[in-house]
């Protein structure tokens, strides 16, 4: 069973600070990993995209990659309030049209 | 450009009666897929379209679940007899290839159905 990890939270920090997002995944062959981001009510949205291991950065966005461990991690720099969310990680295994995601982390940034 | 679509954005029905649920995915995208969402939960994937074909039916949740898809594009799943269990958020997703390294998906707003 392939599965996607990842502590439900909820995750607290006061504003301004980094928050850290972590997700682990069984299936060793994948290669494709995703962070999306769901506010209550909304449908998910693509926040980052990273395929190769070490850090990818996009403006506050950093994801990070550690195929040998089997992880995979989102850090967001001067959290604000707005980015209080879910935080959905997920996983294609290679070769594979299958998205295997994990149930979230509940993200609270406080004012 | 236009993102993914889907209609209607709310649906509220009777239990025993049948729903269609629409999706329009970005243009050009080859691959569409369908997940369920109930309150709370994470994501339930349901099928996937590589074209106008269905190669992985597995996560439709009874033979009261159906789903086709057209021209390549457009999408529509039909519950019939609906039950109250059904009631969730129904969400849309497409991609470009469906299989590159790089290719990414990306969700329409949903469809919340409310079986009464």
């Known amino acids: 069973q392939k599965e996607v990890e990842q502590n439900s939270g909820p995750l607290s920090v006061p504003e301004g600070a980094i928050a850290s997002l972590n997700c682990t995944y069984s299936?060793?062959?994948?290669?494709?990993f995703f962070w999306y981001r769901q506010y209550s009510g909304k449908s998910p949205e693509l926040i980052m995209s990273?395929?190769?291991?070490g850090d990818k950065e996009d403006g506050r966005f950093t994801a990070q990659l550690n195929k040998a461990s089997q992880y995979v991690s989102l850090l967001i720099r001067d959290s604000q309030p707005s980015d209080s969310a879910t935080y959905l990680c997920?996983?294609?295994?290679?070769?594979?049209?299958?998205?295997?995601f994990g149930t979230g982390t509940r993200l609270k940034v406080l004012a | 450009g236009a993102g993914v679509s889907q209609s209607p954005s709310n649906k509220v029905t009777e239990k025993g009666k049948d729903v269609e649920l629409r999706c329009d995915p970005i243009?050009?995208?080859?691959?569409l897929y369908w997940y369920r969402q109930s309150l709370g939960q994470g994501l339930e994937f349901l099928i996937y379209?590589?074209?106008?074909?269905?190669?992985?039916k597995s996560g439709l949740p009874s033979d009261r679940f159906s789903a086709e898809r057209t021209g390549g594009s457009v999408s529509t799943l039909t519950i019939q007899r609906t039950q109250q269990e059904d009631s969730a958020v129904y969400l849309c997703?497409?991609?470009?290839?469906?299989?590159?390294?790089?290719?990414?998906?990306?969700f329409g707003p949903g469809t919340r159905l409310t079986v009464l």
């Open positions: 997920a996983v294609r295994p290679s070769g594979t049209y299958k998205y295997i």
């Open positions: 997703a497409s991609s470009l290839l469906g299989l590159a390294v790089t290719d990414t998906q990306y």
């Open positions: 243009s050009g995208h080859t691959a």
């Open positions: 379209f590589q074209g106008n074909s269905a190669p992985d």
């Open positions: 990273i395929y190769s291991n």
């Open positions: 299936d060793r062959g994948s290669q494709s």
